[in-house]
Each structure stands twice: as C-alpha cells, then as structure tokens.
C-alpha cells in the first residue's frame, strides 16, 4: 500500500469540518476531496462535489470518512465495500440493527476496512483511565457513573431525525460501559422525562435521563444525561474498584482557581464536544490511517457499532415499559 492516501470527506457539517481538518493534519495523507449536497459551502482550494458516488469516480480515493445523516450510512458503505474504498463513518451507524448486521456481512465479504466513530475512546484522559483499570492499579471494578451532559439542547429538526436521546447521545456512553469494563451488558434499566424542552414530546423524545447498565462480570455502571447543562460541556467518569477510585474530570478552558472572601471560582468546562474532543478526533482518524496502510483492524468497529446500537433500543423498551430488560 502506497504510503500516500486519497481520502474523501463525505458531509461537510459541523463534524464533517472537524473530520477534514483531521485528515488534511495526517501526514500520510496526500490528496482531500470534500463532497456536500451544497456544493457551494465547500471550500476552494479542494476538489468538491455535490454527489459522493461523483466524488469516489472522478478522486479514486483510498478511503472515505462519512458525516453524512445517519440514514445514509449504510448505502454509502456498500456503495464503497463493492468498490474496495476503506471506510470511516460516524455514529450512529443505523438505528436498524438488521441494517447493521446485513453491513456487517457485506464488508466482511469485501475485506475494506471500516472503522466506527466513537471518539471518547480516543480521548487522552479516557484513555489513560482505561491504562489503569487494565494495569490493576484500582484492582477489580465495582460501579462506573458516567456523567454525559450536553451545554444545550440541539435544533429541533436535528431531534426529529436523530433517532432519539438513547441512539443519539447515550450511545457513545454505551459504548464507553463495554470499552471500560472489558465486559457485555446483560441488563439494562433507563429512566427519563422532558425536564428541559416541552416539545420533545411530539418526537416521543426525552431530554434528561438516567439508565443502568449491570454487565455480565457484574459491574454496574450508571449514566446521567442531559440535554441542557447551560454551564458547558460536563464529561466526568468515576471508576470506583476493590483497591481504590480513578476519575476523568471536566476539560476546563484553564485551570485557575480565584480564592476570595467571598468564594472561589474557576473557569467553566469547554463549551461542547468539538472543543472537548478535538485531540480524540485526531486520534481516531490517526488509527483509521494506519489501520489502513498496516492492514489492521481497528480497534472500534461495526461489532461495537451493533452492540451499542442493541442497547440502545433495549434502552428505549425499558423506559416505555418501566422495568429491566434482560439480554
């Protein structure tokens, strides 16, 4: 494999622009194409398309990093496992676990590589918290709490299609609960209601939740989410084990402390996830990378996909239905 890629960036929205500048950073990367139904936000001095099969036919990229709506994932990756073009695609992957697994099937026949988009994996504290556990420096784990909340609610129209807070939000903690305890999840419970935004209703959408997750070796793991964290971007996990405790704390814009007769005050978290998470972004499309010049399977994939997927829906049933869901 030639050590100078062609890569194309598929959707050019807020994590598309993220995605890009993470691409044309990666020094194994020669040429960027960029595609976007509104071709003319695209930015010059790249080759641009309105139409992603124009893009993969005129570039003959490598590889191809969607951040495109999450109903077209799956089309486009077939569209690219028929053509030997690797693939690294945002989450969620599809809100239709059949889709998943009939994708599943199809790149594994394909042999390209896919990679999936959960970047907090990716995250340098999360990361180096993950070290630890697996180094036994806080010995068995007992109870993980995930606190997730965002600074303020998406648009409306975003709701609409999103596929609600569990697919959309809560995923990537789902995700996080397999990627920290090395383990499955065989029970699930949430609990949620609109405390924030009256009109989530109409999309039988909720905006603050709670769920429990108990793992096959017995872990619990908590996650509280919220929509409408107005004072930023609050990412905290807790790990809580036989021999001690490990926290990952909030990304602060600095890290003052102003200590007066009256209190004492610091900065407020980072904004929101493209702020907090942009050394993860890199990260990940880093790995993708290399994956793809080593002939690698990444280290997240569409298996993690599915999973995080399951329990997402799990999550939903047990919400409507009030009680826990067994695997």
Do not use: W
């Not at 930015?43 to 969607?66: C, F, H």
């Not at 994708?103 to 394909?110: A, L, M, P, R, T």
């Not at 042999?111 to 995250?123: E, S």
């Not at 009256?198 to 603050?208: A, R, V, Y």
């Amino acid at each position: 494999m030639n050590t100078s890629l062609k890569v194309g960036v598929l959707g050019y929205g807020r994590i598309g622009k993220i995605h890009l500048d993470s691409v044309r950073k990666n020094e194994n990367v020669d040429v960027v194409s960029v595609c976007d139904p509104q071709g003319e936000i695209l930015p010059k001095e790249l080759p641009g398309y309105s139409n992603y099969r124009d893009l993969i036919a005129q570039e003959r990229p490598d590889a191809v990093v969607i951040c495109t709506p999450t109903p077209t994932h799956v089309d486009i990756i077939s569209y690219c496992a028929e053509r030997g073009v690797h693939v690294f695609c945002e989450k969620p992957l599809d809100l239709d676990i059949g889709k998943i697994q009939k994708i599943q099937s199809e790149v594994e026949q394909s042999g390209i590589t896919v990679m999936i988009g959960f970047n907090r994996r990716f995250d340098p504290d999360f990361a180096l918290l993950k070290k630890n556990i697996d180094e036994g420096v806080i010995g068995a784990i007992h109870q993980v709490t995930f606190f997730s909340r965002d600074p303020a609610l998406p648009s409306l129209d975003f709701i609409e299609t999103s596929g609600g807070l569990f697919m959309d939000m809560t995923i990537h903690d789902f995700d996080m609960s397999r990627f920290i305890t090395g383990s499955e999840v065989k029970e699930v419970y949430a609990k949620g209601q609109i405390r924030v935004t009256p009109e989530l209703s109409e999309f039988n959408d909720i905006d603050t939740a709670t769920v429990v997750l108990t793992m096959e070796n017995e872990t619990t793991c908590t996650i509280q989410n919220s929509r409408d964290a107005g004072f930023g971007y609050d990412m905290r996990i807790e790990v809580f084990g036989s021999k001690g405790m490990i926290m990952a704390q909030n990304n602060h814009k600095n890290h003052l402390k102003i200590y007066s007769h009256e209190n004492v005050q610091s900065a407020n978290p980072r904004y929101f996830f493209l702020q907090r998470f942009r050394k993860a972004y890199q990260f990940e499309i880093d790995e993708f990378i290399q994956c793809i010049l080593n002939n690698e399977q990444p280290s997240v994939g569409i298996h993690d996909a599915l999973k995080a997927t399951q329990i997402a829906q799990l999550a939903n049933q047990s919400l409507n239905e009030g009680r826990i869901v067994k695997i």
